[in-house]
């Protein structure tokens, strides 16, 4: 039972390659949420992009409202807003309306924007990035406390009496979540306001080994901050594609892997620091890609558990479309038949009652031939022979 409780979802960025065509790709996103709400998946993080050709949700919110519509239990968030091209009162006025209209599903992802990109387009320096979200961080978490009106102007954005007109759905309101890559940023972010992290970095080089520090830091900063952080909300986000064997699972993805790395991570995006020369064989090498048999992906889990020093809350898959669709969504079927129930303790009490059975059979089954017997004789009625047979045979035994 040691690991009861650990939950599971997608960071949707979504990859989508170039060439096909975006109204299915998006069609294909809700469809993916769809069939994780079928099979008990916990969570969905949907990303926002505006630029490159790969990443084409531009608003999270719109696929939380539809894939809400089609859903019974999946939890939905952005994954994540970009706060800094965004007047936060409107972040927070938005996200309380999904909060109503998913009845508690969503959830807020906060980020500065990963795609520079689309930060060019929008006139906004890299170098603001990070102090904007901070600023409208804060601007939302005073907003969503409903204490007083709230006042603030900044180079960027300026609120004047400003209260949301609608209280959360939720109390006291949706689950936050900050983003954090390497530095330790996000960390400090999520630490500060006492909400929770998405660890993207995880799967880059040295990230697991990462994790415990990047912890630290976290609780450090909530210290410092009068808050609490919660390991249970902490979720790490890992490239996995589960198969039968460990050979096959390889061969459904090397191809696919190839082409998103080469053709958007390298070619398009001049690949981000941090990135391997060929993260795929690395990332399995490391145990930190987790693609294999079920049994593999078990124990790449256990050993981030082991990394992070203390346990998180929830493993996300990276989603991308490396295998095709089929193998696609066969590999979330096998995570959720057989490694899920192995972190959520589930398994335990059903193995233990079989051998408890097991062990116990004689005394316990020993009787049933004869309580079969005695249900024909009590009743006036001659027992048939095939229950006679069986009633001598088990009384020898």
Not at 31 to 58: M, N, P, T, V
Not at 129 to 148: C, S, T
Not at 207 to 213: H, N, S, T
Request: a negative charge.
């Amino acid at each position: 039972m040691a690991h009861r409780g650990l939950t599971f979802g997608i960071f949707l960025a979504p990859f989508h390659r170039l060439g096909e065509n975006p109204t299915l790709a998006m069609d294909r996103d809700i469809e993916l949420i769809q069939w994780l709400d079928h099979l008990g998946y916990d969570e969905a993080w949907i990303g926002e992009h505006h630029s490159a050709g790969w990443e084409l949700i531009a608003d999270p919110g719109l696929i939380i409202a539809a894939a809400a519509e089609k859903t019974r239990h999946i939890k939905l968030g952005s994954g994540v807003t970009s706060l800094p091209y965004h007047h936060p009162l409107m972040v927070a006025q938005r996200w309380v309306q999904l909060d109503h209209m998913t009845r508690g599903r969503a959830m807020l992802g906060c980020g500065p924007g990963a795609l520079t990109s689309d930060a060019y387009m929008l006139g906004i320096e890299p170098a603001t990035q990070r102090p904007r979200m901070l600023e409208a961080m804060d601007a939302i978490m005073r907003l969503l406390k409903m204490e007083e009106p709230v006042t603030m102007k900044t180079d960027w954005f300026e609120m004047r009496d400003a209260r949301l007109h609608l209280a959360p759905y939720s109390d006291p309101h949706f689950d936050i979540a900050v983003a954090s890559t390497i530095t330790p940023f996000g960390m400090i972010a999520a630490g500060t306001h006492g909400v929770g992290v998405l660890s993207i970095g995880a799967g880059l080089p040295g990230g697991p080994e990462a994790l415990a520090k990047q912890w630290q830091i976290a609780e450090d900063a909530a210290k410092k901050a009068g808050k609490t952080i919660s390991r249970k909300k902490w979720r790490v986000v890992v490239n996995a594609h589960i198969a039968e064997d460990d050979q096959q699972a390889l061969d459904e993805v090397r191809k696919g892997e190839r082409n998103e790395t080469v053709t958007y991570f390298e070619d398009t995006l001049g690949r981000p620091p941090g990135r391997a020369e060929n993260p795929l064989a690395d990332g399995v090498k490391m145990g930190t890609t987790l693609v294999g048999s079920p049994e593999t992906v078990i124990k790449g889990i256990k050993r981030l558990l082991e990394y992070s020093d203390g346990g998180f809350g929830g493993i996300l898959f990276r989603a991308h479309e490396w295998a095709n669709r089929e193998q696609t969504m066969r590999s979330y079927e096998l995570f959720a038949r057989y490694v899920m129930p192995v972190f959520q303790g589930s398994l335990d009490p059903i193995a233990n009652s079989n051998a408890w059975a097991k062990e116990n059979r004689k005394q316990v089954f020993g009787a049933t031939p004869e309580a079969v017997k005695r249900a024909f004789t009590d009743f006036g009625h001659a027992v048939p022979e095939e229950f006679r047979s069986r009633t001598i045979g088990a009384r020898d035994s």
